[in-house]
């Protein structure tokens, strides 16, 4: 649990790191996009294909490092008045239909990619498929981070006998 703990709080900084990166690099380019078509009457053709990557990137990296840090959205009014061993069969409940979404993420991501793959995006010069890395990355990392929180939420339970 240790070494998962370890490398999901790496990870996790990292895909932030990704994320604010991607998110800078689409404010300058949606900056630079508009200034060149509205000032110079010059649009680039790259940038709209560029800030639709980075767009995809920021969303993908952001979701996955917010499941790390529980950053997600939770409606848990109805949860907080069970007993702490059914709040947390409900918080593990809602941990694998993460896993769910994050498996079709990936499934989704792979078969894109591939399907994508002999495709390119003429302004950019890249293979299309470059558009679903975001995507399976945050597959597996979102998979992974709910693995940790179902890890260590069981491994915080505390089997108390019925007959106590």
Partial sequence: MNYLTSL???LSR???YLACLSLVGLLIF???GVVMRYVFNNAPPY???LALLL???VAMFG???G???SGHIGLDSLVNLLTPQKQAICKIFVYLLSILFALALFVGGIDMAISTYGNSIP???FTESIRYVPVISAGILITLFCIEHILSIVLSLKVVPSWH
Avoid: H, K, P
């Fill in 30 to 32: 949606v900056i630079y």
């Fill in 67 to 69: 499941v790390r840090d």
């Fill in 63 to 65: 979701a996955s490092a």
């Fill in 14 to 16: 990292w895909v932030m």
């Fill in 123 to 125: 302004t950019l010069g």
């Fill in 8 to 10: 999901n709080s790496r």
């Fill in 55 to 57: 767009v995809i990137s």
């Fill in 47 to 49: 940038v709209e294909q």
